[in-house]
């Protein structure tokens, strides 16, 4: 089975910096897209950021500027840096992947996988 682990959420000032890392483990034949998902208290869930396999990224409008996703194909890892933090930013995020290519039961297949999620707390 593949597994998604983020870390890296924390509690930080306003203003501040944080870095998040999601860890893809598992048989992988390849991941298409990785995306960073959070959900805030009272909220639904909503994308933040997103990259695909070649390197292309999509950014949700309250983040644009302040937040840089990227991964590592080799190593099967994706990293979210957070600067400029506000306290609107407070969430659980969540490494999500929609279409990772993988073995399950001898055959090979496209699963959706969800990480357990990180919490990030942006307060004074």
């Known amino acids: 089975q593949v597994q998604l682990v983020e870390s890296g959420g924390g509690l930080v000032q306003p203003g501040g910096s944080l870095g998040l890392s999601c860890a893809a483990s598992?048989?992988?034949?390849?991941?298409?897209?990785m995306d960073w998902y959070r959900q805030a208290p009272g909220k639904e869930r909503e994308v933040v950021a997103r990259?695909?396999?070649?390197?292309?990224?999509y950014y949700a409008d309250s983040v644009k500027g302040r937040f840089a996703i990227s991964r590592d194909n080799a190593k099967n890892m994706m990293y979210l840096q957070m600067n400029s933090l506000k306290p609107e930013d407070t969430a659980v995020y969540y490494c999500?992947?929609?279409?990772?290519?993988?073995?399950?039961?001898?055959?090979?297949?496209?699963?959706?996988?969800w990480g357990q999620g990180t919490l990030v707390t942006v307060s004074s």
């Open positions: 990259i695909f396999s070649g390197g292309n990224t």
């Open positions: 999500h992947t929609g279409n990772v290519v993988t073995k399950v039961a001898g055959s090979i297949r496209s699963l959706e996988v």
């Open positions: 598992g048989t992988i034949f390849s991941i298409y897209v």
